[in-house]
């Protein structure tokens, strides 16, 4: 199949150094999996198969795109996309810059990202999955939903600027497993990232299940007063917090069109807690890496932050090239981003609160209905939503009704920071439209970050 898919592409670029277009090809073949539960049963289950074919034309600082849903055995429906870019580009508003075209100096292969046992896994194995995950937890009032995706990915492209090509496979899957009481609403996850078969743990996720459904079942709910909290964040919400920094922080593009919290004389300057040390690191292969990005820019392990101390800022070529940068091999689908852990030795859920408490501490797994409020001072908002649990200074274990957090990032990953669990895990942030892009960043498994504001409180769950 590789060999095909190669081969299809240099017959592309050969038909349009025919026409004299200046083109770049980018293929993108997905099998996906998906088996979906609700109200305790596969309320969905589903696969599919699908070859997108994304076309750039490009014409002095003119650029049109031009993508299709295509097979590898119809040349003639891509040669066609090819003509209608090639057509569309000479209608394209010029840019105010000259864009890059994609020039590959030599061919790339990488394959050591696909497991085909985990891409290849049955319907029977998912299935099993679930119900191991979930023997003996669910009743007539507690009932199971979630998600079992997974699938691989290849990626290949040409340029008429040359005749090398990059191809990459990778294999991924992404569990999530939820409990609901259908009656009083409240809402307990477990989540599970892979990169291979073997890192499939569902005993793990029904070990952290049960542990919350003992809380949510027998602790006392309670409407939390407005006010400063030290917090416990969990894999979920400091993954999705840093989805966010990704965007407003240390974007070079974000930060020249004013939307990043961070600046140029941030750099070399301490600006997050000396705990915090974030690498986008390639040789991590939970996080689904490429080695090259989508301009044939080598990617080495790239440090953002190290001891707080802001480093640099990232560049894809577009931005590079509209503001006249460096680009720093960062042209790619998602980052992988490495956040270490700490010191704190606390792994699980049961070890957190065994920990001593000098203040009542609020956990916080998981952060939905997320958005940015203010990109140039880092203000992120995000309510609490399943599993939150308080952790109360003299022992009992009670169960917040849903809290909203409005705070900047700067505070939640500032001098804030208590603690970091010593223990990392891959959380996953792929997400379920467009063409398949596996992607997780690498978080400690806790942060504690004290004196966070509550802005909102929930009377009910």
Do not use: C
Request: net charge neutral.
């Amino acid at each position: 199949m590789k060999d095909q898919i190669l081969q299809t592409l240099r017959d592309l670029r050969k038909y349009a150094l025919g026409k004299g277009y200046e083109i770049a090809l980018f293929f993108n073949e997905e099998d996906s999996f998906l088996m979906r539960f609700a109200n305790s049963a596969i309320s969905l289950n589903t696969n599919e198969h699908l070859i997108r074919l994304s076309i750039t034309a490009f014409s002095g600082r003119k650029r049109a795109g031009y993508g299709l849903i295509t097979s590898l055995d119809n040349l003639e429906m891509m040669k066609q996309g090819i003509d209608t870019a090639a057509e569309l580009v000479e209608h394209a508003q010029p840019l105010s810059y000259q864009p890059t075209v994609p020039e590959f100096k030599e061919s790339f292969t990488d394959e050591g990202g696909h497991d085909p046992a985990l891409a290849g896994i049955s319907n029977e194995e998912r299935l099993k999955y679930f119900n191991t995950a979930v023997e003996g937890l669910e009743t007539d009032e507690i009932r199971l939903s979630g998600i079992f995706s997974n699938g691989s990915t290849t990626i290949a492209q040409i340029s008429t600027r040359s005749e090398h090509t990059q191809y990459y496979r990778l294999s991924d899957a992404q569990i999530t497993i939820v409990l609901a009481h259908a009656g009083l609403k409240w809402e307990v996850i477990a989540e599970q990232s892979a990169q291979k078969k073997s890192e499939l743990d569902p005993a793990s996720l029904r070990h952290e299940l049960a542990f919350l459904l003992d809380h949510y079942k027998n602790d006392k709910p309670l409407k939390l007063p407005l006010g400063n909290y030290n917090i416990v964040l969990g894999p979920a919400a400091t993954g999705e917090l840093l989805f966010y920094m990704d965007i407003i922080g240390f974007s070079g593009g974000m930060l020249k069109r004013g939307y990043s919290f961070l600046s140029e004389e941030k750099i070399g300057q301490k600006s997050f807690s000396k705990e915090f040390t974030l690498v986008d690191d390639t040789e991590r292969l939970e996080t689904f890496p490429l080695k090259r990005d989508h301009m044939g820019i080598s990617r080495k392990s790239f440090t953002i932050v190290q001891k707080g101390v802001f480093k640099k800022f990232t560049w894809n070529q577009d931005d590079a090239d509209e503001f006249d940068a460096k680009a720093t091999g960062h042209t790619v689908g998602h980052k992988s981003l490495f956040l270490n852990g700490g010191a704190q030795q606390v792994g699980t859920l049961q070890e957190l609160l065994k920990l001593p408490r000098d203040a009542d501490v609020l956990y916080i797994p998981y952060l939905h209905y997320m958005n940015i409020v203010n990109p140039s001072k880092g203000v992120i908002t995000g309510s609490s939503r399943f599993g939150a649990l308080l952790l109360k200074k003299d022992g009992p274990v009670m169960v917040p009704y849903n809290v909203r957090l409005t705070q900047s990032l700067l505070d939640i990953f500032g001098d804030r920071v208590a603690w970091l669990s010593s223990s990392t895990v891959p959380y996953n942030l792929s997400r379920s439209y467009g063409a398949r892009n596996p992607a997780a960043y690498i978080v400690p498994r806790f942060i504690r970050v004290d004196g966070l504001e509550i802005s909102h409180s929930n009377t009910s769950y």
